[in-house]
DNA sequence: TTTTAGTTTAACCATTTGGTTAACAAAAAT
DNA sequence: ATTTTTGTTAACCAAATGGTTAAACTAAAA
């Protein structure tokens, strides 16, 4: 592993679990077990780095949404694809939804900036697939949005509110995983039942 | 308004938009329009003028849910209920549910503190609720767990990732208010459609 | 009218923090 | 073999930041 890769790694992980305003250079420089220096040396600066590890994080989900929401799979397999896909994914990388929502909250400057590459998530083919399999009668009436909002929060929420929803509900750790790998498919049967003719 | 509070209110302000981490003593002394020793003054610490605020916040939000957790009503009417009272509460609260997963996130030590607290959210009644229902043949069979949380999911989602899911949905701030206006009914609707028999 | 207790401010302090520099080492290019 | 480029470190720096202090001010109690 290159002293590059160290550090980014070593960001990823301190920024991930501090956020930006709680990380420390010095931190970061102690987990990459190099001298600060580096870090300035290969990213310039704190926001820099930053900037690195957020859009690295960011477009590491993007795609795979996209794959997902553009392929030609019906509705009703993208979304058993999409809840399976995404939680398998997040078990492996617990900490970047709460990082990317954090951050995004914290400074929506960044949301231009992050949205305007191609990798972003868009939604658009799978919204006008909703609306067709409306009008043919398939799937209930509503406004589609809606529905992809629901699909995203059940995934995504108990991700991102991790520490409160293990608090709230009296989850373990280790029940929390089993919980998980059972939300696969209850999002899936939930989402479906509201929604099927 | 007294000093105190201008302080108490100013500092809510400014940590709910930038977390503990981000927040600075110097802003919020600023923003509340008095001498930065008077925090110190008032509140000793930074740390005990986020306790306060951080505190707060919280118990503002749990009891109203234990209120419609614990009612007589039927489940149906609770998650009526439960979603229309969350969304416009925090309709006027914007950054309350952000800050709250923020910080518990970033400062799992708070989680044992706050949820000591009798005002912490206890669906203990709700769950056993819910599976009674289920013996009755009311409403399908389940984990209860797994149907709170989406519907918590439904409700906090939005206004968690407020920004993000504003971006990604391409939604302008004042179609978010009507969006989040229509979802009182349509989180209700779902729900209630994934899960009766 | 004088105490006294609480309130407020400007100036100050120590530490932390992001960032720089200059010397040095190792590897690449000549 | 020697120069040049790249990588690495320890020491350092200026600004920011949480916190303190001592004096001034205010208003109510004595």
Redesign the pocket.
Known sequence: MT?EEKIFNAARSVFQQKGYAG????EIADEAG?????L??FF????QLFKAVFLNAFYQIAPQMNEIFNSSDSLFIKIEKFTENYISFVKKNRFLPAFIIQEMNNNPQFVKEVLSNEARPNPAKLIKQVQEEMEKGIIKTMNPKQLLLDIFSMTVFPFAAQTLVKAILEISDEEFEIFLEERKKHITEQIINAIKR
């Open positions: 002293t990380a420390r250079m010095q190099i001298n600060k220096a580096m300035h040396y310039r600066s704190k926001e």
